[in-house]
């Protein structure tokens, strides 16, 4: 669907703006003093009348099928999303991308769509991205345009305002579901097959150090909030993020969010120097949200000493592109490692690396798990044990191919057979992998 040109006398702005006008009748007619003293239902109720009877003016000239509609699009302007709101009620839409005052797109099922839903200007986008940043506690403006912040209902906000964003301003939302996706949907939706699912199971349990790559979008938050499902009640657990998306269910769980510098460049608390504390805390196992930086050193170091089972996401194209960037992050933390001594260090931590693809159809899909066996004179011996291959296209638009089992038996597993984690017989056997309609797990 191709984006709506914005035209003169455009009626979905014009009704924007006579909201905004509204919306400031409303703010001018209200005794804040008075404001004060009200619950929240209380003033909620105040100003749905207040809004109500503006409505209803003779001045403002609006036809009576329209002033509900007015009624609550005030509302949401005052303590939702504005214009945004029905696009946020939307269970089917992940990412909300606003470009400027008339240019609005969301992602549906994996697909961007163009909406016909448009700000009154650039003024009205700007007053809805202050309040929202206001309530996750944070600021934007001229000296810092940029913020990156997580909403009250658990969706992360990236905002970019003039003078950087040069076609006004700028909003990118990635929801948080009300339900999240579990394991059993993920295969029941195809995007990996049973056995693919009790191995990376089995994987969790036996405490195997994974690492999930992919490319934005692709799924890779998800896949860490599954995984770790199976993480024993009895465990202790430090998770690391940039913004905190995990959702963790054991009971020993200790969520750590790392902290941006303020106006004057102060104050910033990185994920490396969380990380360094993290092991003062005696975790079983570290999770990090996403490595990005020279941390990658210090959970590598952690992987290696005694926190067995550790997991991370990493944004990359393929597996052999995430060890690269992996490399490449070592060298960001200031440590002048040989490659040779590098490589050897991150195949002694890195048991099992899982890589996720979204594919064009929208569809994500597990397209590789492998096995890092070890680094043979300077290069990485990497073993795949399932794979996804891509056919085509079906007629309804979804991916046709099949999941595949590569015959190779993971060298790991003969370490968690000694603490009886014994996978299903057949399991690594060559052949195409079966669909999971009904899939409970079954290890």
Avoid at 124 to 146: F, K, N, Q, T, Y
Avoid at 227 to 236: M, Y
């Amino acid at each position: 669907m191709e984006a709506t040109i914005k035209k003169p006398g455009d009626p979905r702005q014009a009704f924007q703006r006579l909201k905004t006008h509204l919306h400031r009748r409303m703010i001018d007619a209200i005794d804040m003093s008075k404001a004060g003293s009200l619950n929240e239902n209380e003033l909620r109720n105040q100003l749905r009348s207040l809004a109500t009877h503006l409505c209803t003016m003779e001045a403002v000239a609006l036809p009576p099928e329209h002033r509900d509609v007015m009624v609550r699009e005030i509302m949401d302007e005052i303590y939702g999303f504005g214009p945004l709101e029905p696009l946020m009620n939307d269970p089917d839409v992940s990412d909300v991308l606003v470009n400027g005052a008339d240019r609005v797109f969301v992602e549906r099922r994996g697909l961007l769509e163009a909406t016909d839903i448009k700000f009154a200007d650039d003024q009205h986008l700007l007053r809805l991205i202050h309040r929202l940043v206001g309530r996750a506690g944070r600021r934007i403006d001229e000296v810092s345009p940029m913020v990156d912040a997580k909403l009250p209902d658990g969706s992360r906000l990236n905002a970019v305002i003039p003078p950087l964003a040069l076609k006004g301003p700028t909003i990118s939302i990635r929801k948080f579901m009300s339900r999240a996706l579990m394991f059993e949907d993920m295969v029941r939706l195809g995007s990996l097959a049973p056995e693919m699912a009790d191995f990376l199971i089995l994987s969790i349990r036996g405490r195997l150090n994974v690492l999930i790559s992919g490319g934005t979008g692709a799924g890779k938050t998800t896949m860490l909030n599954n995984v770790s499902r199976f993480i024993s009640p009895n465990e202790r657990v430090i998770t690391i993020e940039q913004t905190a998306e995990l959702q963790l269910q054991q009971p020993d769980v200790v969520s750590l969010e790392m902290r941006p510098a303020n106006v004057e460049g102060k104050g910033e608390i990185s994920q490396r120097e969380l990380l360094k504390n993290c092991l003062r805390m005696r975790p079983d196992r570290i999770i990090v949200g996403e490595a990005r930086g020279g941390e990658v050193l210090e959970m590598l170091q952690a992987m290696n000493t005694g926190h067995e089972g550790s997991m991370s996401t990493l944004h990359a194209n393929d597996t052999r592109d995430a060890l690269d960037r992996m490399e490449m992050m070592v060298a960001l933390a200031g440590v002048d490692l040989p490659t040779m001594v590098a490589r050897q260090y991150i195949a002694s931590a890195i048991h099992l690396m899982v890589h996720m693809s979204r594919l064009s159809t929208g569809e994500r899909k597990v397209t590789r798990i492998s096995e890092l066996v070890g680094c043979r004179d300077g290069v990485y011996q990497i073993e795949d044990i399932f794979v996804y291959r891509m056919t085509g296209i079906g007629p309804d638009g979804r991916s046709r191919g099949s999941f595949y089992s590569t015959g190779h038996e993971p060298l790991c597993f003969k370490r968690l057979s000694a603490v009886g984690y014994e996978p299903p017989k057949g399991l690594f056997s060559a052949r195409e992998l079966s669909s999971g309609a009904n899939y409970r797990p079954s290890v």
